[in-house]
């Protein structure tokens, strides 16, 4: 097995078996770049070592001398040279790059002798490298901790009054290298090893055994790095960055990371080697002055940077070293980005011919573009210390005054004009109007998919939720953590995308929706097969979500319409009416109400398709609950408190969400969705009268039953052909339904008999297969993922194999009844990559989000489409 190529011998395709840094050095070198001449060791031998018992094989061995004759006959330098020693280096690299367990050895060679060779041209040099060697070595290989060596330089500088390495002198650097060496003794009970053959083979024994530390290990787990991989390790001619002014070393971006534009982005210093561009020792240089200092090698370097971007047809981020005005390359890569700058780079190296659509589409994380378009805090605000942290629920970064109920928050906001935060233990639908004026929404109970973290996104406010450390106390009106108190008023910053929570007003930066986001959409619209709708119950939120280029409504929740006081107040009346008699006036009054709300979202359609969902939770929602709202109402609808009292108990359910709700209640009551259909209908009618073309869709939740169905649809269809009969007009509308209960799944064949679409009620759904109340997750499901019991929450995506498995069994059932079945996902998981991908494999027509979630949706729906 050959263990060992030279550089000259790879490309960049042979990244698995020379890890990313490799393949790339290989690379340069076929583009004739000026890379110093190198080998890498394969990942192949890294295997071996692991499976021979961490020890470097004799086969091994006996490459790596042949390879070190290759190379000094290449460059005319030997190991212990009395003249011009052959100096090396060592690095790390797998394929996958792991930044920050890299282990790096630079100047192998030097020794009590070469040191001396070395020195003759430039002894301070000499002396440089040497201490660089024993301090890298000495950490790397014998694991003496680099603030011992660092503590040496530093005094040496305090003595000396110095303020940067530079000024270290040749006899400062000897005594340190004397003291260094001190250290090997004192710390590791050895010496430096003097042979370079065996610095050398030590060091490559280190970073094969590195692959197994703790740091790597961890980090590997975090980013689903598999274990089998291996490390490669690339031994490498050095070039000196720190023999002088007219040397200097750097890392350069071809374009800038943070925002994407297209101009060369780096930092170097004249007259230092590897680390201290990016340890901090010194203060770097922006490349830009380089283009003053070495105008020519600033060309050659830009030109190299330009033809390196073209061949990968990526931005790249380099790595440099000038030695006496020669410019060498080091190191090639994808740099890493901001969301921002990766959209931007993306649709630029589409127009300038480089990549296509489809790629441009795959380099981007559906995920990070919502990042972009909610605003940030301050990079330094950040800095500040985290009060708490909760579920990241709905992205954004929000300061405001800390209220804990909807009622007084709702008051600064409009009379004081303060902008607020809503701080509860969890919300119900009647926190509503205190939601919607809040800058955030902050919970400590609750989990991804709990009526404030819906309730959040849907609005595109900032939410945390199940932040448990926080002991909200509504009585005294304080949240507490450890011996901090929290009153009311007090300022407060929310980060929902962290889930961290700060003390105070933190600075934020304005969020971008930039040309090049809405033009990357385009495409992606293009390339998609499914849909991509919005959940909206205000034109608000379908106006918001229009802007994003939603297809339509996928999901209008209408309960959301009645928590206004006025229609509080008749939706009271009506649920606490003792027959149908008494529901008539309250019902007329809602009908008016309701029809003008469904006016004016039908009107923003523009032939889009709008997905109204009959009425769904239990009627005890729209009850007061204390003692003293219970005595207002009462008054309100002129009855008395202990009726009232008495009427809600009645209503009181055990397990509400298992309960009188969805198309229950329209059997009990088909008063309620009789009045919803003609106030749809009613407001259909008046817009396609004044030109529109509207084919309504209505939607019934929590089917079970195909007889269901049929009875509730035969509900629908009778009220909507009385309305068409007495106006003497005609209307296309769609009937369909919520696929959400597991019973509807299995039957689903039976149930597109009699419905014209399905749309997956994913909550609810996987509500139902765990048996976990989606209220109530918060208090088990982190213990549930930590221990790995589930891979995560379910609610947030979708479980395939239980879950999911029910919703292939429903497409499949309901397309072998009609094959052209329309059928969405409305679930909060509508909205997320990963399910995405599942949904386009099991022949989903649509997802539903909320319209922050619209553009991640629509680069995941591209993504699954290719
Ligand atoms: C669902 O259950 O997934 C759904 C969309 O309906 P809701 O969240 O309103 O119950
Ligand atoms: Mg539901």
Redesign the pocket.
């Known amino acids: 097995m050959k263990q060992i190529y030279f550089f000259s011998e790879g490309n960049k395709d042979m990244r698995d078996l020379l890890g990313g840094k490799g393949a790339n050095l290989a690379e340069m070198t076929r583009l004739n770049l000026p890379v110093p001449t190198g080998f890498t060791i394969t990942t192949e031998a890294c295997h071996s070592y692991q499976q021979n018992s961490h020890q470097l094989s004799e086969a091994l061995q006996l490459e790596i001398d042949h390879a070190l004759d290759r190379l000094s006959s290449s460059t005319g330098k030997k190991f212990n040279d009395k003249f011009d020693p052959l100096l090396i280096s060592v690095r790390s690299g797998a394929a996958i790059s792991m930044p920050g367990m890299m282990d790096t050895i630079l100047n192998i060679g030097l020794n009590d002798d070469s040191v001396i060779a070395l020195a003759k041209n430039n002894d301070r040099f000499a002396y440089d490298s040497y201490r660089r060697l024993l301090a890298m070595f000495g950490n790397v290989v014998y694991g003496i901790s680099e603030e011992i060596f660092d503590n040496v330089l530093s005094e040496t500088k305090e003595i000396n009054n110095y303020q940067s390495d530079l000024e270290l002198t040749t006899a400062d650097l000897k005594n340190i290298v004397t003291k260094f060496k001190q250290i090997y003794q004192d710390v590791a009970g050895k010496d430096f090893p003097q042979d370079p053959k065996k610095q050398l083979l030590s060091a490559v024994d280190s970073v094969f055994s590195s692959w197994d530390n703790n740091r790597a290990r961890v980090y590997r787990r975090q980013n689903n790095i598999p274990e089998t991989l291996g490390t490669a390790v690339n031994i490498q001619t050095m070039v000196f960055g720190n023999s002088g002014e007219d040397s200097g070393t750097g890392v350069a971006f071809t374009r800038n990371p943070a925002t994407g534009t297209k101009n060369l982005f780096g930092e170097y210093l004249l007259n230092a080697q590897g680390e201290d561009v990016v340890s901090g020792v010194r203060t770097p240089e922006s490349i830009t002055t380089l283009q003053e200092s070495m105008p020519e090698i600033y060309d050659q370097f830009a030109k190299i940077a330009e033809k390196l971007e073209a061949h990968y047809r990526d931005m790249q981020d380099l790595e440099f070293t000038i030695e006496h005005k020669k410019l060498y390359l080091l190191q090639a890569r994808a740099g890493k980005r901001t969301p921002g700058a990766a959209v931007k780079i993306a649709v630029d190296l589409v127009n300038e011919g480089l990549i296509d659509k489809n790629t441009a589409i795959k380099r981007i994380d559906p995920e990070s573009i919502s990042v972009m378009l909610h605003s940030e805090f301050a990079q330094k605000a950040l800095e500040q210390h985290i009060l708490a942290t909760g579920l990241p629920a709905s992205p954004g970064a929000a300061s405001g005054q800390v209220y804990f109920t909807a009622e007084t928050a709702k008051n600064a906001h409009d009379k004081e004009h303060q902008k607020v935060i809503l701080l509860r233990q969890d919300t119900s639908p009647e926190d509503i109007e205190g939601m919607v004026v809040s800058e955030a929404i902050v919970t400590s109970r609750g989990g991804m998919?709990s009526h404030a973290a819906?309730v959040a996104r849907g609005m595109g406010s900032t939410g945390v939720v199940g932040a448990h450390a926080l002991q909200v106390d509504y009585a005294n009106k304080t949240a507490t953590i450890e011996d901090c108190v929290i009153n009311e008023g007090d300022w407060i910053s929310v980060d929902g995308t962290s889930g961290h929570l700060y003390l105070g007003q933190l600075e934020t930066t304005d969020a971008i929706i930039n040309d090049d986001l809405a033009t990357l959409l385009d495409w992606a619209k293009e390339i998609s097969h499914m849909g991509v709708y919005t959940?909206a119950d205000t034109p608000e939120d379908f106006k918001r979500a229009l802007k994003f280029d939603a297809d339509g409504i996928g999901?209008t929740?209408t309960?959301h319409m009645f928590f206004k006081p006025k229609r509080l107040l008749q939706m009271r009346r009506l649920i606490l009416a003792k027959n149908a008699k008494g529901r008539i006036d309250p019902l007329e009054k809602i009908l008016l109400l309701q029809e003008n709300d469904f006016y004016e979202l039908y009107k923003l359609s523009a032939g889009k398709s709008v997905t109204v969902?009959l009425l769904?939770?239990p009627l005890h929602e729209f009850l007061p609950h204390d003692d003293k709202e219970i005595e207002l109402v009462a008054k309100e609808i002129n009855t008395t408190k202990d009726a009232l009292k008495a009427r809600i108990d009645s209503l009181k359910e055990l397990n509400p969400m298992l309960g009188h709700r969805g198309d229950r209640l329209a059997v009990t009551y088909p008063d309620i969705y009789q009045m919803q259909v003609t106030a749809i209908v009613n407001a259909v009618i008046r817009l396609n009268q004044e030109g529109f073309d509207i084919k309504p869709h209505i939607m019934i939740?929590l089917t079970n039953s195909k007889t269901e169905m049929k009875w509730v649809r035969d509900v629908v269809v009778e009220t909507i052909d009385k309305i068409l009969t007495n106006k003497n007009t005609t209307l296309e509308y769609k009937i369909g339904t919520?696929m959400?209960m597991p019973r509807a799944c299995v039957t689903a064949d039976k149930i597109a008999e009699v419905s014209d679409f399905f749309?997956?009620?994913?909550?609810?759904?996987?509500?139902l297969t765990f048996g976990y109340s989606?209220d109530d997750v918060g208090s088990f499901m982190p213990e549930y993922i930590a221990q790995k019991i589930l891979p995560n929450d379910p609610f947030q995506s979708v479980d395939i194999e239980g879950v999911g498995e029910l919703m292939r069994m429903a497409v499949n059932g309901g397309r072998n009844t009609n094959p052209e079945l329309p059928i969405g996902v409305?679930?909060?998981v509508?909205g997320d990559p990963k399910s995405i991908q599942f949904f386009e494999k099991i022949g989903i027509s649509y997802v539903s989000c909320s319209p922050f979630r619209i553009p991640v949706a629509r680069i995941a729906a591209a993504q699954a489409a290719l």
Do not use: I
């Not at 749309?759 to 509500?767: E, I, P, R, W």
């Open positions: 998919t819906v959940n999901l929740r309960e969902r769904d939770p939740p919520m959400e749309s997956f009620g994913t909550n609810d759904l996987t509500q989606r409305c679930g909060e509508g």
